[in-house]
């Protein structure tokens, strides 16, 4: 799969999480190519959501996690992607998808997220890598490299 270079990625929190966890070996490395690869291309993009659940995952789920000092310094190292805001026709779009495609709300919070955000891709493992969401193809990073892309 060849996309333009143009096209928005919008990645979802695991990878974000794998990203920094170095203790999940394989699964580190990819997804540290992969945001080594959105930050070169300028493709990469998220929402508060992920921000906010990026920040929870890594200073109250891993072991060890990280202080709220250093947490807070890996979220703003993000803030450069110009993090989406939930409107509320964002809302209204997951809650569409929700029902359509009978995905968990948070799901589809980042469906219509991604979708806001005109991406053409969502980079995540919590969905079926090749689904499609009206114009939007799930990638699951560990199937294929950014350089594929």
């Known amino acids: 799969m060849i996309a333009s270079r143009r096209e928005a990625i919008f990645v979802d929190t695991n990878v974000l999480v794998y990203a920094i966890d170095s203790a999940t070996g394989?699964?580190?490395?990819?997804?540290?190519?992969?945001?080594?690869?959105?930050?070169?291309?300028?493709?990469?993009?998220?929402?508060?959501?992920?921000?906010?659940?990026?920040y929870n995952t890594i200073t109250r789920k891993l072991r060890p996690g990280l202080s709220p000092a250093e947490a807070q310094k890996e979220v703003r190292a993000f803030l450069p992607w110009s993090p989406l805001e939930i409107s509320t026709s964002i809302l209204e779009q997951?809650?569409?998808?929700?029902?359509?495609?009978?995905?968990?709300?948070?799901?589809?919070?980042?469906?219509?997220?991604?979708?806001?955000?005109?991406?053409?891709?969502?980079?995540?493992?919590?969905?079926?890598?090749?689904?499609?969401?009206?114009?939007?193809?799930?990638?699951?990073?560990?199937?294929?490299?950014?350089?594929?892309?």
């Open 94 to 149: 997951a809650w569409f998808y929700e029902t359509r495609f009978q995905l968990s709300f948070w799901d589809a919070l980042i469906v219509s997220s991604a979708r806001a955000a005109d991406c053409r891709f969502l980079l995540t493992e919590d969905l079926q890598d090749g689904q499609e969401f009206d114009g939007l193809k799930v990638l699951s990073p560990f199937r294929l490299g950014p350089d594929s892309m």
């Open 26 to 54: 394989e699964r580190h490395r990819t997804a540290r190519n992969w945001i080594d690869s959105l930050w070169r291309s300028q493709r990469g993009r998220v929402s508060l959501q992920v921000m906010q659940e990026f």
